[in-house]
């Protein structure tokens, strides 16, 4: 699995797995990411973020092979400021998402497009989404959305309100839809069987991925498809137990003190590019 290191492909979610708590890269996990590569290691991200919320972390990663974002919902190569792969919410998502906000009241959301990300309920979660994701959100009600091309809806809510939202969700058996918990507090609508595991698969099938080992590294439910898609599925040692249950690999570190320097590491042994 590991003869060559420059045939390893590193996938590494981004929050909780490579940011900090505090939703910063340790100067370790970029260090030992920068002599991965130097190595000829491939290293890219897998994240439920979108392209203005991924900037400020392309920029300090200096990323050469394309990223997954959206979830799975599309894969982007900065280098050519070119989509390679995208997968849309159906017809009907509007309604589905009309649905559930008439059903919950208090939940917040947002629709992400390429461009733009709309606001069309605001509430302290949705707040804390926006300001982590550092973008400037259009605030416009649901039936004022553009339609076509939604990538994902997003629900924010109180933790105590995730589970009520699951067992709603469930009652109404949409088939054209996923969802997937990304946090404990936001709970994500994508395509229907669209996953960072769908693609990574896709990945595979990109101009030079073909013969490459690819290592997988997540820590919440929003991973477990990756995780499992992967030659190697790994987590760092703050991950969900749904997670752990899943990976080959579980780390000492936690996101907060290298995990990814950690996997790093244990990736140049194996292939012996010490």
């Not at 990411?33 to 300090?60: D, M």
């Not at 050519?80 to 959301?109: C, F, Q, T, W």
């Not at 109404?172 to 507090?185: A, E």
Request: aromatic share 8%; glycine share 8%.
């Amino acid at each position: 699995m590991f003869e060559n290191i420059s045939e390893v492909v590193i996938m590494s979610d981004m929050d909780g797995t490579l940011l900090t708590s505090d939703k910063k890269i340790t100067e370790k996990d970029r260090s030992a990411i920068e002599r991965f590569i130097s190595l000829g290691g491939k290293f890219t991200v897998s994240t439920g973020r979108t392209l203005e919320a991924f900037e400020q972390y392309r920029r300090i990663l200096d990323l050469r092979i394309p990223v997954v974002l959206y979830n799975g919902g599309i894969i982007y190569d900065y280098q050519k400021h070119k989509v390679l792969y995208a997968e849309y919410l159906p017809d009907g998502v509007r309604e589905i998402s009309g649905e559930l906000l008439n059903a919950m009241p208090e939940i917040g959301g947002e629709v992400l497009k390429l461009d733009k990300t709309y606001v069309f309920r605001n509430n302290y979660y949705q707040k804390l989404h926006t300001d982590m994701c550092g973008i400037s959100p259009e605030y416009a009600g649901l039936p004022e959305i553009p339609s076509g091309e939604w990538l994902k809806v997003l629900f924010a809510m109180s933790p105590e309100d995730i589970p009520v939202m699951e067992k709603i969700i469930s009652g109404k058996n949409y088939s054209t839809v996923d969802f997937v918990k990304s946090s404990g507090i936001f709970i994500e609508m994508l395509p229907h069987n669209i996953s960072k595991g769908s693609a990574l698969d896709e990945y595979r099938k990109l101009d030079g991925m073909q013969k490459c080992t690819f290592v997988a590294i997540g820590d919440f439910d929003n991973d477990i498809e990756m995780i499992q898609a992967a030659d190697l599925g790994v987590c760092p040692a703050n991950a969900e137990d749904s997670v752990k249950k899943v990976s080959g690999l579980v780390l000492e570190n936690s996101s907060d003190n290298g995990a990814v320097a950690e996997l790093i590491d244990y990736i140049i042994t194996k292939c012996n590019a010490l």
